[in-house]
Nanobody, 125 residues
Framework: QVQLIESGGGLVQAGGSLRLSCAASGRTFSRSAMGWFRQAPGKEREFVAGISYSGSITYYAGSVKGRFTISRDNAKNTLYLQMNSLKLEDTAVYYC??????????????????WGQGTQVTVSS
């Protein structure tokens, strides 16, 4: 059973930065693709970024490309999301997710079978 715990959310001004972390359990973490998703108030959950099992391949939603960086440290069983140049539209609950059955990043949330509890990111003006 995989458990994921996000941290690092908070309040930040537009243009600022935050780094989210996701601590993962399980010895198969290094073989699983991982992803970040978010859900803004009144909207459906959407894909943000994904990363392959080794970290060599990444995939981003167009809305965050060039601003966000997904990475992982398999030795620490930890996934990261570095968020720069934050915008008001980035305000959401951010979730990390694991695709235990795949090695490469995909945007379809149905491919991810384990989810964290979420961490709130609020961007202010």
């Amino acid at each position: 059973q995989v458990q994921l715990i996000e941290s690092g959310g908070g309040l930040v001004q537009a243009g600022g930065s935050l780094r989210l972390s996701c601590a993962a359990s399980g010895r198969t973490f290094s073989r699983s693709a991982m992803g970040w998703f978010r859900q803004a108030p009144g909207k459906e959950r959407e894909f943000v970024a994904g990363i392959s099992y080794s970290g060599s391949i990444t995939y981003y939603a167009g809305s965050v490309k060039g601003r966000f960086t997904i990475s992982r440290d398999n030795a620490k069983n930890t996934l990261y999301l570095q968020m720069n140049s934050l915008k008001l539209e980035d305000t959401a609950v951010y979730y990390c997710a694991a695709n235990s059955g795949g090695r490469y990043p995909v945007s379809d949330q149905r491919e991810y079978d384990y989810w964290g509890q979420g961490t709130q990111v609020t961007v202010s003006s």
